[in-house]
């Protein structure tokens, strides 16, 4: 055990994967890097040197620098996961992946499905999401909304380097197509992660913190920041329980039912754009299933409707933080109890 | 001058950095007796009674109830009524500065465990106190670690070469345990005593460690200088089948807590992190399948397979055993009607891990078989 970086938490789940199962290999542009240029063989390991190292231990063959067509090589993953192969693709930017939305939606969700479950399709795309990073709105959105509405997708947003290695294998091990989301800003995040590898099983949330008051429910980056709020809401006498639900699909809406059944308050922090996001939809299914142990409003807490700024004052502000978190924790706080109006 | 007596953040084995005030027990004015419990120590594993090393008032609360402090941090301090308001300000405002100061030089931090390769595969082993001196060899027991021994090692380093081993299938050893019934996981032991160049230790086993202590005992009696049981599975049929098959299945927190919280006397020592902790070593490649090969191999159908009891029949090695007496997992009845030889130790308010809730104690009957005090 020692303290790794999530990106070396994901470089060591993908090299401990390869060395375990021969049909794992890794695709994506400059992965390795400087492949039919002069210099340095394995340049790049991917836009921020997350796959750095790989190509030497496991060489070009699993290793596969793509050209710049998302479309071809999401395609053709998807098609050699259905031929036998486990690949891991990296599409840099979840902003680009608009271009190859037929492979994604149409065909490597759908497999399983259109051949009667004799096909499975052990895909994954490894792709970096999120803002703060100042990289302008064409890099910087959080679109896992998108995927998690899409049946046959399985969707995964890890949220420290430990939760990150884990469900990598697991991404990896499945038979289904994952898309594994990886906030930028958190690259360079460290903690204890064990060295040898483990699994994180998909669809059971991670109780950060158990609390009476308010259940708080985070995803990727922003667990981080409910924790701080949590911390510091702690201090007032407000005890919050947060869960990070790991992955949206499948969904743990049973933790997150038992919870606001204990604490009868639920704020939920997205940092994707505020229509249509995880927020607004475990929103509607806990008023429908459990309207009747709420003591206050639900509160949700995410971005305004606009694409990211790239001004850094209002990217700032854009982006929901702890004080935003702790501010709607005390808003279900103050708004008077069913128990209170009677 | 009357003495002002600081009292320090106390250090609960050898991974604690740092630890949390979780309530105070007494408060300023009150007068406290050495041994008596003053807080409630909270650390990332487990909370603890913190017992007051000194006799006298405690005049300050320097560390208020929730607040994380590093180890041997200020946590208040005890003085007679004779010493006034300020001399205690001052005393707090120069150990503040001097503790500082220490902490910024002592960058050196205590050694961690360390992998030994050994003829049955890599073995994690924990080691502590002067090179020369005998041997105490600790083994834990089925899902344990190294850690289970974090309260007492410390105490027995100062005159014992002290050595906590993970078993195989445990910890930071290998998963691969090939031969998964008593006899099998002492020749593990015995495997990693040779890496270590130990001809011969006092052991100290805990639960199936307890049973794998036997075992080497009766596989190789000149290697062992002494035994001490504590909650041994291998004295008798009974064990816990719903604990065994829990813990192998738990894979939530809310499914592993009242499981943990059976082990012991007190269940509110268990905290957030040690469940979080023993989540982590169950997700790890090949545990499971280690641990349904041991627990099939040793406790088939909810029973212990196997009786060790003959082994103390002979007084050839001192041996002595250790119980709770409300341990949930083996009945503590299992220590009675032992051979006259083997010394018996039973605690009114402990479970299955006296060695965690009655650290010192146990530490003392440890060092007392194994020759002299501590």
Redesign the interface.
């Known amino acids: ?1 020692s303290k790794k970086s999530f990106r070396q938490a994901i470089n060591e789940a993908l090299a401990q994967e390869m060395e375990r199962d021969p049909r794992v290999v890794i695709m994506g542009e400059d992965i390795a890097g400087g492949l039919g240029a002069p210099g340095e063989d394995d340049a790049w390991g991917g836009v921020l040197g997350v796959t750095k190292g790989l190509m030497g231990k496991f060489g070009r063959e699993r290793v596969l620098d793509t050209p710049i067509t998302e479309s071809g090589f999401i395609g053709a993953a998807a098609g050699a996961a259905l031929r036998g192969l486990r690949p891991v693709a990296e599409l840099m930017f979840v902003d680009f992946m608009g271009v190859c939305f037929d492979q994604i939606f149409n065909q490597a969700a759908k497999f399983r499905y259109m051949f009667g479950g004799k096909a499975t399709t052990p895909l994954v795309i490894r792709t970096m999401f999120g803002a703060g990073f100042r990289a302008a709105s064409q890099h910087s959105q959080c679109l896992y909304p998108i995927f998690t509405h899409i049946p046959g997708l399985k969707v995964v947003i890890p949220s420290s380097p ?1 939760e990150a290695k ?1 469900l990598l294998i697991q991404a990896i091990r499945d038979d289904d197509p994952v898309v594994f989301f990886e906030h930028k800003v958190m690259y360079d995040v460290e903690e204890e992660v ?1 060295d ?6 998909f669809g ?1 949330a991670r ?1 950060v913190r ?1 609390g009476e008051d308010v259940t708080i429910v985070a995803f990727g980056r922003m667990v981080t920041m409910a924790s701080q709020a949590a911390e510091a809401l702690a201090k007032e006498g407000v005890s919050c329980s947060v869960i990070d639900p790991r992955t949206t699909s499948p969904l743990d809406l049973p933790s997150i039912l038992e919870s606001v059944r204990e604490t009868g308050r639920l704020v939920l922090v997205d940092e994707a754009s505020p229509r249509c996001n995880l927020a607004t939809d475990i929103s509607a299914q806990v008023a429908e299933q459990a309207f009747d142990a709420l003591k206050a409003p639900i509160r949700m807490v995410s971005p305004p409707h606009t694409p990211v700024p790239f001004a850094p004052a209002l990217e700032d502000e854009f982006v929901p933080n702890a004080e935003k978190i702790a501010a709607a924790v005390r808003a279900t706080m103050r708004a008077p109890s069913k128990q209170a109006a009677e | 001058m009357a003495a002002i007596l600081p009292l320090t953040m106390p250090k609960f084995g050898l991974a604690m950095t740092e630890g949390m005030v979780a309530a105070w027990q007494k408060q300023p004015g009150e007068t406290i007796r050495q041994g008596e419990e003053i807080a409630d120590i909270e650390t990332s594993k487990i909370t603890s009674a913190y017992e007051s090393p000194v006799s006298g008032k405690l005049r300050r609360q320097v560390l208020e109830a929730g607040m994380m402090a590093p180890v041997g941090a200020l946590i208040g301090v005890v003085a007679d009524d004779a010493v006034p308001d300020a001399d205690i300000d001052a005393f707090v405002a120069d150990f503040q500065s001097r503790f500082a100061a220490s902490q910024a030089e002592a960058g050196a931090a205590a050694a961690g465990p360390e992998r030994v390769e050994t003829a049955q595969g890599t073995a994690q082993v924990l080691a502590a106190g002067p090179a020369e001196a005998p041997v105490i060899l600790f083994i834990h027991g089925f899902g344990g670690d190294l850690n289970n021994w974090m309260f007492l090692q410390p105490a027995l380093a100062e005159r014992f070469r002290t050595i906590a081993l993970d078993l195989p299938g445990h910890g930071g050893s290998t998963k691969q345990v090939s031969a998964p019934d008593a006899a099998g996981l002492a020749g593990f032991v015995l495997a990693a005593m040779d890496a270590l160049g130990i001809s011969a230790a006092h052991l100290v086993g805990h639960s199936m460690g307890g049973a794998v202590a036997l075992a080497m005992a009766e596989a190789s009696a000149e290697r062992v200088l002494s035994l001490s049981l504590i909650s041994p599975a291998g004295l008798g049929p009974e064990i816990n089948r719903g604990y065994i098959e829990g813990f192998i299945e738990a894979r939530r927190g809310k499914h592993l807590t009242p499981l943990l919280q059976s082990l012991f006397a007190d269940p509110t020592l268990v905290g957030q992190d040690m469940v979080e902790t023993v989540l982590r070593y169950k997700r790890l490649d090949g545990v499971e399948a280690a641990l349904r090969a041991i627990a099939s191999a040793q406790f088939p159908d909810g029973r212990q397979a196997a009786s060790l009891r003959a082994v103390l029949d002979t007084p050839r090695t001192p041996a002595q055993v250790i119980w709770g007496r409300r341990d949930a997992i083996i009945p503590a009845a299992h220590a009675e009607n032992l051979p006259a030889h083997v010394r018996v130790t039973l605690f009114d308010e402990a479970g299955h891990m006296a060695q965690m809730e009655r650290p010192a104690d146990t530490a003392e009957r440890i060092a007392s078989l194994a020759g002299g005090g501590i």
């Open positions: 055990m430990y884990g064990p040898e590898p483990y699994a994180i099983p059971e109780f158990e």
